[in-house]
């Protein structure tokens, strides 16, 4: 008899299980204060009680980062491909690149906060800077892994550039691609949320920042998991498409 | 401040030209660092000269020559900043790499335990590293642990993911034939699989490397006195585009430094690396 669920999910879900059961069961059994580590059951408690106020912000956040990653990726993605059909604009654009991605993300966001304001445009701005770079970098290693004799080959035939590109260098690239795709989406998430706790008018971040300050760890908490659990749906999402995209591994 | 990094790794391939070292490898370097300091050059160029030609005002993009007027006025400030910065990146990052290489093999040989805490790591990936930086520091304390402690936080995963990625793209013909020789796992794992692996975990280490600056910077941000995460944060409550980008010219530098010396690291272990 065929198992309803695979064998890895039933693993997977045995795992999460005992994670949970064995936090409530610290958290209760040594009756730990709410700054070190409060139970599940009062985080999802606080979940519920906060809804209303909680899908807004998480609403705000997930717009942020998604437009953040579709633009970030298209620019990565773009990038890369560019820089391999055109060898010679490589030697320039890569150290350029390199340098500019040599300071760390998210040192920007109080410049980007200075330009664009408090406002959303400031997180798309840095959702689809961090996402950019992470994303020209894997699909470069990606387009670069190609067989040079394919090449060679297929270059014989008469195959033009385009024709490469499109028929060898993309499908041998789409594996690493989607690693950078699927890292990306924790990141874009990350970086807005983070974004926002420097600044912002409405957030996740700006509920975690407020949650601090007050003092209030079960509220942190609270927006801790929505901001984890729309990352996740995300992540679910682009390893979904991945799965159908890249069906040969 | 930024020549003698760039300088550093420039004259060691030099020196040991003579070595056994593949001389393809050595003129790759040697030019790649050239290239750099030709473009930060250019970089600088360009930022002066637009800043003058196009009457930039400071608000936006202070000129070049008054950034580092600033950092030359108090450089003990942006010094102690940049070396604690770097130490605890550097803490979290060799952490980080330890343990993501462990459990990346540690999962490819156990795929039950795989399955039962690969998802739980993914879904640690997602927790807003910044929110936690408040529990962090409440946890451990203000001290430059509870930095590393983030750093690593961050670098580990991405390491975990492309060592079990590199692991599994070995091909399987090869470990048939190497077992049909009699090679223990111990030897298939350190002849063969940990070889095809390490093009795929030195991009994760490249990536790791800023990955734990971002780490170290964060961290810093919920409260510190020192640390170039402070320096950014108080000149953005200032609004002091000067000291702002002063700051960022030391990520920068900081980032190029660490970001180098992985790459540098990567050509010479990896030169059969899949670079064309």
Known sequence: MKPMIPLAAQRGILGAVLLVALWEGVARGFQLPAYTLPAISQIFGSIWDMRTVLARAAGVTVTEALVGYALGALIGIGGAIWVTMAPRVRGFVLPAATAFNSVPVIAWSPLVLLWFGMGMSSKYVMVALAIAFTLFLSTLSGLDRVDRRSVDLMRSFGASRLAILWRLRLPTALPLMFAGLRVATARSVLIAVVTEMLGAQAGLGLLIYQAVVQVDFVQVWAAVFVASAASLLFFGIVSFIERRTVFWK | ?276
Not at chain 2, 78 to 105: D, H, K, P, Q
Not at chain 2, 125 to 136: D, E, K, M, N, S
């Open chain 2, 1 to 276: 401040m930024s020549s003698p990094p760039l300088s550093a790794p420039a004259g060691m391939p030099v020196a040991r030209a003579a070595s056994a070292l593949p001389r393809l490898a050595t003129g790759g370097a040697l030019r790649s660092v050239l290239r750099v300091a030709l473009a930060v050059l250019a970089v600088g160029i360009v930022w002066e000269a637009a800043v003058v030609l196009l009457s930039i005002q400071a608000h936006y993009l202070p000129r070049l020559s008054l950034v580092l007027q600033a950092i030359a006025a108090t450089p003990d400030a942006y010094w102690s900043g940049f070396v604690r910065t770097l130490s605890e990146a550097l803490m979290g990052f060799s952490a980080g790499a330890v343990f993501g290489i462990g459990i990346g093999i540690l999962f490819y040989r156990m795929p039950v335990l795989r399955d039962m805490v690969f998802p739980l790591f993914i879904v640690s990936q997602t927790i807003p590293v910044i929110a936690f930086g408040a529990l962090v520091v409440l946890w451990f304390g203000n001290t430059m642990l509870a930095k590393a402690i983030i750093a690593f936080y961050v670098t580990f995963f991405p390491v975990t993911v492309n060592t079990l990625v590199g692991l599994r793209s070995v091909d399987p013909r090869q470990v048939a034939l190497m077992r049909s020789f009699g090679a223990t796992r111990g030897q298939l794992m350190r002849q063969l699989q940990f070889p095809t692996a390490l093009p795929q975990i030195f991009v994760a280490l490249r990536l790791g490397a800023s990955l734990s600056l971002v780490g170290a910077i964060v961290g810093e941000w919920f409260g510190d006195t020192t640390g170039l995460g402070v320096l950014l944060l108080q000149a953005m409550f200032n609004e002091n585009a000067v000291g702002l980008w002063a700051a960022l010219l030391c990520c920068a530098v900081l980032g190029t430094l660490f970001y180098g010396v992985v790459a540098f690291i990567e050509r010479r272990l990896v030169f059969w690396g899949a670079e064309q």
